[in-house]
């Protein structure tokens, strides 16, 4: 099956900083997802990328997709106290399977 | 509106019990998932459903493993006997989607502990 690989696994920045994730694929992507699971909860969606070259855009943060549709990325700008958790990318594996990226787990110092 | 609900939030047990989990989907919703989550093997699909039906359980680790799903709106994963290392949060999570990928809603996870 498709094998996804995301960095860094780890990421601790101050208050303010930006904060990137990347996830990477071998194969071509159909689509890509990325949730969110703030420490001891659970994942929650944030967004799905269909297009080539596709970026999104929720307040912070910034999406793309790549160009290849072999890569994605979360940035989040002017990080906050409130970003805490692990972030995951998750690609399709047939319909409706998602195959989960290990996660980025960001910490912020305030 | 509720959200995916399970139960229990939190299972405690030793090894070679029988252990039950249960999931009450977003009503409307027409798939079903359980997934398991641990340190060492992260977040991993274990079986899913549409519209009652088992799609694929390839995910599901062994014969000790096995979900049902009555009705739309129940569905079991239980583990017997169970093992230590089944010890891990097992989320389930519903799409109103059946014929596409889309947004999953996870419920808030039974962690289980097993001694």
């Known amino acids: 099956g498709q094998q996804v690989m995301q960095i860094p696994q780890y990421q601790h920045v101050q208050e303010g900083e930006d904060f990137t994730t990347y996830c990477n694929s071998s194969t071509t992507l159909s689509n890509i997802q990325w949730y969110k699971q703030r420490p001891g909860g659970h994942p929650v969606f944030l967004i799905q990328l269909v297009k080539s070259g596709e970026v999104k855009k929720q307040k912070r943060l910034t999406f793309q997709f790549g160009e290849a549709k072999k890569n994605s990325s979360l940035h989040i700008t002017a990080t906050q106290t409130t970003d805490v958790g692990t972030y995951f990318c998750?690609?399709?594996?047939?319909?409706?399977?998602?195959?989960f990226g290990q996660g980025t787990r960001l910490t912020i110092n305030p | 509106d509720a959200g995916v609900i399970q139960s229990p939030r939190h299972e405690v047990t030793e090894m070679g019990q029988e252990v039950t989990l249960r999931c009450k989907p977003i009503s409307g919703h027409n798939s079903l998932f359980w997934y398991r989550q641990t340190m060492m093997r992260g977040l991993e699909l274990l079986i899913y459903?549409?519209?009652?039906?088992?799609?694929?359980d390839s995910g599901m680790p062994e014969d000790r493993f096995s979900a049902k799903m009555p009705n739309a709106s129940f569905s079991t994963l239980k583990i017997q006997p169970s093992e230590p290392r089944d010890s891990a949060v097992y989320f389930c999570?519903?799409?109103?989607?059946?014929?596409?990928?889309?947004?999953?809603?996870f419920g808030p996870g039974t962690r289980l502990t097993v001694l």
């Open positions: 459903f549409n519209n009652n039906v088992p799609i694929d």
């Open positions: 999570a519903s799409s109103p989607r059946t014929n596409a990928l889309g947004e999953q809603f």
């Open positions: 998750a690609l399709e594996q047939g319909a409706q399977k998602l195959v």
